[in-house]
């Protein structure tokens, strides 16, 4: 949240203002993927003329329940003593607990979930987002992944995670296992890149294992001629 904040200013976008931002889309309901939620919907939400939104797999309800359970006592300070609250109701999260298809259309923008292989998490979403003028492709937590492609193709922007293939290696056997039917390896990544062909390859969920964070970019760059960068808080694109 404090990179939200960062990048409102940072870019003049006010709706990355946390008490502005209006919608926030789960790809699964791993902790690395979660955690962050209470702090987006218990930030300034005494300042929201809105309520958020929040789009994603089923468990998201669940887990909104318990953090308001959690936030309940921040909530009634609040809510009864001398602080200045636009709507008491606006800490409650609206929430949508999708399936693939197109779940948000709305302003211009069409926001369609697809499934993707992030072994045996099911579901796990990736997101196909078209503009007026882009269209960008977020692959979410997945192995390789044919439907992606499908998804993917002629996208201007793709992010995709990837897992280095020198940071693989170093794991025990049983964890290789595991991420390898999880995740994307560096030089598959780069065999999807040749068959997608983005105008630009984001790297960004990087998993290194101690690996230089650079060298997954030679890895990809090794099999994908294309452009490709690894992804930085505030980086714009
Ligand atoms: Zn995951
Ligand atoms: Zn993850």
């Known amino acids: 949240m404090q990179n939200a904040i960062r990048a409102r200013y940072k870019h003049d976008i006010p709706s990355l203002y946390p008490s502005q931002i209006c919608c926030v889309f789960f790809t699964h309901m791993h902790s690395d993927h979660t955690l962050d939620y209470p702090e987006l919907a218990f930030k ?4 929201r003329s809105r309520p958020l939104q929040a789009f994603g797999p089923a468990g998201l309800r669940q887990m909104t329940d318990a953090m308001n359970a959690m936030m309940a006592t921040d909530t009634r300070l609040r809510t009864t003593g001398a ?20 779940v948000f259309q709305r302003d211009g923008i069409r926001i369609e979930a697809f499934d993707v292989n992030h072994g045996t998490i099911k579901p796990a979403f990736g997101y196909r987002i078209t503009t007026d003028d882009r269209t960008i492709v977020i692959s979410g937590d997945t192995a390789y992944s044919e439907e992606l492609i499908d998804k993917a193709r002629g996208a201007d922007l793709l992010f995709h995670e990837v897992i280095s293939d020198t940071g693989l290696a170093r794991n025990a056997p049983q964890w290789r296992d595991y991420h390898r039917q999880a995740h ?46 690894l992804a930085d808080d505030l980086d714009t694109f």
């Not at 300034?44 to 300042?47: D, E, K, M, S, T």
């Not at 602080?83 to 399936?99: G, H, L, R, W």
């Not at 997608?196 to 964070?213: A, I, S, T």
């Open 44 to 47: 300034l939400w005494w300042r």
């Open 83 to 102: 602080q200045p609250v636009a709507d008491p109701e606006m800490y409650q999260v609206n929430v949508t607990e999708i399936s693939a298809g197109v």
């Open 184 to 229: 994307t390896p560096g030089n598959e990544l780069g065999r999807l890149a040749n068959i997608v062909r983005p105008k630009k390859l984001v790297l960004y969920h990087g998993l290194f294992y101690g690996e230089p964070e650079q060298g997954v970019v030679d890895e990809v760059r090794a099999v994908y001629d294309g452009d490709v960068v």
